[in-house]
């Protein structure tokens, strides 16, 4: 029973760090780590007229600082 339960929580993790910046919704990145709903709508917004390829590409966003995005990049991997 724990071999499944911690296989549950594994898969759940690899999903949840499969987040993508330029289609998740506001719900899914709230879910990240750092990220309430001002700063899922500040994406959202900038997404709008720019592409984020990667977690670095947040940086470009008012109120995304160092220490958020290293905390972003730790609780995605």
Do not use: C, P, W, Y
Not at 31 to 37: E, P, S, T
Not at 52 to 66: A, Q, T, Y
């Amino acid at each position: 029973m724990k071999k499944i339960a911690f296989l549950l929580m594994f898969i759940a993790g690899a999903l949840f760090a499969q987040v993508d910046f330029q289609t998740a919704t506001k719900e899914q990145l709230m879910n990240i780590k750092g990220i309430g709903a001002k700063k899922a709508e500040a994406i959202i917004e900038h997404r709008k007229t720019n592409e984020i390829k990667s977690v670095e590409d947040l940086s470009k966003i008012k109120g995304f600082g160092d220490a958020l995005i290293k905390k972003i990049k730790e609780t995605k991997m």
